[in-house]
């Protein structure tokens, strides 16, 4: 049933169809709003959550209607998966409806009890967000997180798993940012070398708090998230047609609570906005004018649906390198930024004990 659905929905997005007779085959499902870290770059700093978990008949009521079409969930919004007292429970629950559940974290709490459950547990993918390779760039983008410990977290972690044999898929990311984009290489190098690491993925940032806002687009390619999902699944039970509308101040297109996913995903404020996509009118949309995710081109698209959601996870952090080196990013669509301006920090010199200098960084023009 999964193939099958993935085939109509290929469909739908090539024809530009606005209905749609499947189900998305990703989620991403917010089952806390809770955090115990600031990120300057996270919405949560321009989007104020309340300290709440999903209730379970939401959750329940989202994998059973989405088991047999669904093939990942995320279950990670603006909130910390660990935090989440039931995250095991729903680990377990999706599983049992034959759908892989994948969490990110910010490691603050994956002790060496955490990382025992999570490798006991049926947990397909985990993503480790460290978002630099020294002690000072680490910790000015994850405020309220220590180095040493998240990376002894993370290393330990990923021992356990090697130790195991465990086939979890481990992918430990980086955002990229002008903080710390100089210490890619150095940050790639240091993640090869541990053992229990599948994937290592530097990702371009996808929010407007510290790049500036979005200008403009290259293309009017449409966006296949309207189709394939991932669909956002607020901890509240309201759905939003991507990872980014919500963050974009885009209203609900539905709620769990009081409709169907079948209900959801055909309701006409999905179907108006995959019509203004085909019809490459999708800068009318309030959320995608202002968006900076990027839209890969059609071919990426559709073989985003031809191959299992596990199949696009593996190769997605390789065809975004792939597309910026061999193609200068012209398989993925990018927006173009708007201007910024230089903040001034000091800190230490690289390679150097006791010397002061000015490092510049990006940030938005107030």
């Known amino acids: 049933m999964s193939a099958w659905n993935r085939w109509k929905l290929l469909a739908a997005y090539l024809r530009g169809q606005d209905s749609v007779s499947a189900l998305p085959v990703e989620y991403i499902v917010e089952t806390t709003a809770k955090c115990n870290i600031y990120c300057p770059m996270c919405p949560r700093e321009t989007h104020p959550q309340p300290k709440e978990d999903m209730d379970e008949a939401v959750f329940r009521k989202l994998v059973d209607e989405s088991a047999g079409t669904a093939e990942h969930m995320m279950l990670i919004g603006l909130g910390e998966p660990l935090l989440d007292p039931r995250i095991f429970d729903r680990i377990h629950y999706c599983a049992e409806h034959g759908i892989s559940a994948l969490i990110s974290t910010n490691g603050t709490l994956l002790d060496e009890k955490a990382a025992a459950r999570l490798l006991d547990s049926p947990l397909s993918h985990i993503t480790l967000s460290f978002d630099g390779y020294s002690k000072e ?77 979005a200008a403009a687009r290259t293309g009017a390619r449409r966006c296949h998230y309207l189709w394939r999902g991932a669909m956002y699944v607020k901890h509240n039970g309201d759905v939003y047609p991507c990872c980014q509308s919500y963050m974009l101040d885009g209203a609900p297109v539905g709620s769990i609570l009081r409709q169907s996913l079948p209900e959801i995903f055909n309701g006409e404020p999905m179907r108006r906005m995959r019509r203004l996509h085909a019809e490459g009118r999708a800068g009318e949309i309030g959320i995608c004018a202002k968006c900076c995710t990027a839209i890969p081109h059609p071919v990426l698209a559709a073989g985003s649906l031809l191959l299992h959601g596990r199949a ?41 004990a006791a010397e002061d200098t000015v490092r510049t960084q990006a940030r938005p023009e107030p």
């Open 137 to 213: 760039t680490f910790e000015f983008y994850r405020k309220g997180a220590k180095f040493e410990r998240v990376r002894g977290n993370f290393l330990r972690f990923c021992r356990m798993k090697h130790e195991r044999g465990s086939k979890l898929q481990i992918t430990v990311q980086m955002v990229r940012m002008d903080g710390n984009r100089h210490e890619e290489e150095a940050f790639r190098r240091f993640w090869q070398s541990v053992p229990g690491v599948d994937l290592i993925r530097v990702k371009d940032d996808e929010t407007n708090l510290l790049a500036g806002p």
């Open 312 to 352: 696009v996870r593996a190769l997605l952090p390789l065809v975004e390198r792939w597309s910026r080196r061999v193609f200068g990013g012209r398989l993925l669509d990018r927006p173009v930024r708007g201007s910024r301006q230089p903040l001034v920090q000091l800190g230490p010199a690289p390679g150097t």
